[in-house]
C-alpha cells in the first residue's frame, strides 16, 4: 500500500520535471534518488508505459490544428 503511493508520487514528480523543466533524464532520474539513468528510465517505462525522453516528446507536441 505505501509502496504504491510512494511508486505514484515519484511517476507524479518525473511527468512535472520532464513536462516542465529542461533538465536531461539523467538529472532528473538523481533528483528522485535513482543509482542510475538507466534504473529510471526502466522504472518510469514499467509504470507510464512509454520511456520518460518520449514522453517529454509527446507531452510537448503541438496540438494539431483542424
Keep these: ?3 504504491e503511493f510512494i511508486d505514484r508520487r515519484i511517476i ?6 520532464l ?3 529542461d ?5 532528473i532520474a538523481a533528483q528522485l534518488g535513482f543509482s542510475s ?3 529510471f528510465s526502466k522504472y518510469f517505462h514499467h509504470r507510464v508505459g512509454t520511456t ?4 517529454r516528446t ?3 507536441r503541438p496540438a494539431p490544428e483542424h
Excluded at 520518460?52 to 514522453?55: N, Q
Design 1 to 3: 500500500m505505501y509502496k
Design 12 to 17: 507524479l514528480e518525473a511527468k512535472r520535471l
Design 19 to 21: 513536462a516542465h523543466g
Design 23 to 27: 533538465q536531461p533524464a539523467a538529472h
Design 37 to 39: 539513468p538507466t534504473n
Design 52 to 55: 520518460p525522453i518520449a514522453f
Design 58 to 60: 509527446a507531452i510537448r
